[in-house]
């Protein structure tokens, strides 16, 4: 009997027709395909923290090791970039999560780090002030009352149309008729007459209180006040801290990117949108240090080329907006900030949420931890208490460059990209997974689910199968495998129908699927059947290798 692979496996190319998943589709798939858990699951959960499976750990590894490769180790230092004033160097640290205490006073995240949230006495559920917003209207006695809308709920139109319809008995037939456009909460002079999401009496919210998004811990045993330390909330000044330890002791000349990727904690408010906005997450930074004249430049640059980042991994240009901030939304340290913003599928229609910042901090990061917290950054000015004494002292280490090459002396000005896996990882998955249509007819064969994601990125890089499990296929079969498990992950699976291994392959995004079948024995050949297209195609077995290193590099 012949058994080589069946060049007719997959039905028909895949039609056209795919639809992208709600992100109550992509939990449930994290979780059934092993991507991502609920933390501490077990006990109920915890919630803003999550873990991530086997294929999520691997996912989420490959996403940081292609940064890192693209940022670092590849990055050629002898050749400008078009359009840029010169050759610029890149290198990395990896600095501790607990620094000293002072690093954010005088960064401002002790003081300026804080949201204004609001509680519900009744539900017990907290808000963040400014995410809370509603509708005037009258109730059955003719009283005025705002009902708020839930801050996660997907249209706040529907949600208040339902509720208003539920407390005030309005038929379904009838209009709800509303005496104001949607208001936010912070244009209220006081929350008497305000129905809180999901209460049942109105008047429950406390005063908005601000509330440190820091984590706070000890060190020691001790646990005095002195003692405190903070997690922190992002790795950038880890990088500002080193900067003259980097620049000390590698004999680097600047423009000089120093990356890091780490874990950042931020005691979020309302942690919501599975990993979008977590407790726990890491950070892909980098701090480029520049002449200050020549930092729109670079500005510009960065823009551009972290843009190309996501769009050469595989995001679609059309779910990618780029988006300069207002001068209001500007944080305290930034110049200027944009956005690269990604189209996430817990959004509106036309709306996007943030994937990464690429921000113009000047000189404030520097200057501070020499001078002391800033007040004003450009020219630095201290910010004083109320007897004139510096607020937060800073350490008082000198932060001017010597630019031997440009004859001159300054504090290098910053642009720090600064992105999140845990976020990038979401956008990827997103954009990636589809369920397509393979052909008419209906039944589970009809259509497939798919992870279309970049080959650097996938999980697992190969799938190889026995065709049969007699006439030396799976001794083949594992030889191989063992072969190339030496540099890539891949798997071997010898259960069920070809079909259905192909399938278990496509929704891990598995980039090609290598069959080893009676040809293989016969003439040293397999089958390679390729993830998106579709298509197979015969190969030598020994050129395996080579093939899958195309794939991934390109
Ligand atoms: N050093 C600048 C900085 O930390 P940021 O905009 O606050 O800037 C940078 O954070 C990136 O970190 C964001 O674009 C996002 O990708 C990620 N990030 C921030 N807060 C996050 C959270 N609570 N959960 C997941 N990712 C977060």
């Known amino acids: 009997m012949r058994s080589s692979t069946p060049m ?66 590849r990055h050629n230092p002898l050749v400008a970039p078009a359009g840029t004033p010169s050759p610029f160097e890149m290198t990395g640290i990896d600095s501790s ?29 907290r808000y963040r ?21 839930a801050p996660d709920a997907p249209d706040a139109d529907a949600f208040l149309d ?18 104001s456009p949607l208001t936010d909460l912070a244009e209220l002079d006081d929350f008497a007459n305000v129905l809180a999401p999901h209460a049942s009496e109105k008047g429950t919210l406390t005063e908005p209180r601000e509330f440190n998004l820091m984590f706070k811990t000890y060190i020691g045993a001790m646990q005095t006040a002195a003692d405190a330390a903070f997690l922190r909330p992002e790795t950038a000044q880890g990088i500002f801290l080193n900067f003259r330890n980097v620049l000390d002791s590698g004999r680097f000349a600047l423009p000089l990117g120093i990356a890091q990727i780490g874990k950042s904690f931020r005691n979020e408010i309302t942690p919501r949108h599975f ?49 300069e901030h207002e001068a209001s939304e500007l944080s305290h340290y930034a110049l200027g900030t944009t956005d690269i913003e990604y189209a996430y599928p817990f959004m509106a229609d036309g709306e996007f949420g943030e994937l990464e910042g690429i921000a113009n901090r000047g000189a404030f990061d520097l200057n501070s931890h020499s001078m002391g917290r800033l007040a004003k950054a450009d020219p630095p000015e201290l ?25 001159e002396k300054y504090v290098p000005y910053v642009i720090e990209p600064a992105a999140g896996a845990d976020r990038a990882l979401l956008a990827f998955l997103c954009d990636a997974l589809e369920i397509e249509k393979l052909g008419e007819g ?53 259960k069920g129908s070809i079909g259905r291994r192909y399938r278990r392959a496509d929704e891990v995004g598995v980039p090609v699927c290598i069959t080893i079948d009676d040809e293989t024995i016969s003439q040293g050949t397999v089958t390679v059947r390729d993830r998106d297209t579709l298509e197979q195609q015969r190969i030598k077995l020994d050129d395996c290798p080579a093939y899958l290193d195309k794939l991934i590099e390109g």
């Open 8 to 73: 007719t496996q997959d039905a028909a190319v895949a039609t056209a027709a795919s639809r992208r998943l709600s992100l109550e589709e992509i939990v449930s798939y994290c979780r059934r395909r092993g991507f991502i858990y609920q933390a501490s699951e077990i006990y109920g959960g915890i919630n803003g923290f999550w873990d991530f499976g086997p294929m999520g750990a691997e996912l989420k590894r490959n996403i940081k090791q292609t940064w890192w490769e693209d940022m670092v180790t």
């Open 97 to 125: 999560i607990i620094q000293h205490p002072q690093t954010w006073r005088v960064s401002g995240h002790s003081d300026l780090f804080s949201d204004m949230m609001v509680d519900c006495h009744e539900t017990k559920k």
């Open 129 to 149: 002030f400014d995410h809370l917003a509603g509708r005037w209207i009258k109730d059955r006695e003719g009283n005025p009352l705002f009902i708020a809308a």
């Open 162 to 179: 339902q509720r208003a319809r539920k407390l005030l008995g309005i038929s379904k037939s009838r209009e709800v008729v509303w005496d």
């Open 275 to 323: 990993i979008f906005r977590s407790r726990e997450f890491e950070q892909m930074e980098m701090e480029f240090f520049c002449p200050p004249e020549t930092s729109h430049q670079w500005y510009k640059y960065w823009q551009q080329r972290r843009l190309d980042w996501y769009l050469d991994l595989g995001l679609r240009r059309e779910n990618i907006r780029v988006r």
């Open 383 to 407: 910010a004083l208490d109320e007897n004139g004494a510096p607020l937060h002292r800073g350490s008082g280490k000198n932060m001017v460059y010597n630019d031997v090459a440009r004859g």
């Open 442 to 494: 209906g039944g589970e064969d009809s259509e497939r689910a798919v992870l279309h994601i970049h080959p650097r990125l996938a999980p697992v890089k190969a799938a190889i199968f026995p065709l049969v499990k007699k006439e030396g296929m799976p001794e083949a079969a594992r030889d191989l495998f063992g072969a190339m498990k030496r540099k890539w992950n891949v798997t071997y699976d010898e």
